[in-house]
């Protein structure tokens, strides 16, 4: 099929939007130098480089241990990379501008099959093997089909002791505060990739950001005003209701999206996490992950 037809391509355009926006403004650091005042002190464009080799070797060692200590990926080879799986952050943006690593370009012809994620070209993944999306980097499950993850499958409690390893050797020092938060979170590992990802954040991307304000593209800002988030928020439901099939899963969540838009919940944005985690690993997610994003945009959840 033509790359255009693919139902991720919109995605696809604004990744690509969020990585040149991220590129010119790590150019315009190299070349005004200076430093950027993070929230663990100020920091020169060669020692944000170093913390993004530092993740690097991180997910490295991680993904080591998933592949060559495990067997579940190497006998699945990539049963995860579906639409809806990818999901590239600023972090991620950020990462291969400091890394020196190119946007995936893709073919204008692709033979993938349906619902497979946009990325995956003649079964490899096109973004560099240096930088992968962080919840691609993060995810690994029993190689079962079944991706709810259930932490009480003593198999899940052999992978994490090590990943927990992992941690320990490897975790930068700025993000050492947030290593019990991490090695709790480890048997779930969408909510690791967002609890890393909000650290980081918190830590150096928003700096980032308030330095160079254009780095944060239109395609990653919601338009949306409340007022359309809600009205989506009751369109969506009325739509549910008329769906076969139990949907109360469906239903409660738009509740708490309603709740959340409107800013009743001191912990909106760790609820927003959670759900994101839940609804990235399903294929047919896209009006619930807008939602979800526009009202992690357009509100302050994020600081
Ligand atoms: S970006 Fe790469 S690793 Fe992630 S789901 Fe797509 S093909 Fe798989
Ligand atoms: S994480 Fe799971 S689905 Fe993905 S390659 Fe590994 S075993 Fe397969």
């Not at 338009?223 to 549910?240: K, M, P, V």
Request: hydrophobic share 40%; with cysteine.
């Amino acid at each position: 099929m033509e790359i255009g037809e693919h139902r991720e391509y919109d995605l696809y355009l604004r990744d690509g939007a969020l990585a040149r926006g991220c590129g010119t403004a790590v150019t315009r650091w190299q070349a005004e130098g200076g430093v950027v005042e993070t929230a663990v002190g100020p920091r020169t464009i060669e020692q944000a480089g170093q913390f993004a080799a530092a993740l690097q070797t991180l997910f490295q060692a991680y993904n080591r241990v998933l592949w060559q200590a495990f067997p579940y990926c190497r006998e699945c080879g990539g049963g995860c990379c579906v639409v809806g799986a990818s999901d590239m952050r600023l972090l991620d943006g950020v990462a291969l501008a400091l890394l020196d690593e190119p946007f995936p370009a893709l073919p204008a012809q692709v033979t993938n099959r349906p619902g497979i994620c946009i990325y995956l070209v003649d079964n490899r993944c096109a973004w560099p093997a240096a930088w992968r999306p962080l919840k691609c980097a993060a995810f690994y499950c029993l190689g079962s089909g079944q991706w709810e993850l259930d932490a009480r499958d003593e198999r899940y409690g052999r992978i994490t002791r090590q990943l927990a390893g992992v941690l320990d050797e490897y975790l930068p020092e700025v993000l050492r505060p947030y290593a019990a938060d991490l090695r709790e979170t480890l048997p779930d590992p969408i909510t690791f990739a967002n609890v890393l990802d909000t650290a980081v954040d918190k830590i150096f991307t928003q700096a980032l950001v308030a330095r160079f304000p254009d780095l944060r593209p239109a395609a990653e800002q919601s338009t949306d005003s409340a007022a359309d988030i809600l009205a989506q928020i009751a369109a969506l439901t009325e739509q549910i209701w008329q769906m076969p099939g139990d949907t109360t899963q469906y239903l409660a969540d738009l509740e708490m999206l309603e709740w959340i838009a409107l800013g009743r919940p001191e912990n909106g944005a760790e609820l927003l996490m959670e759900m994101d985690g839940r609804y990235a690993v399903t294929s047919d997610n896209q009006p619930m992950r807008h939602l979800i994003r526009a009202i992690r945009s357009s509100t302050s959840l994020r600081s």
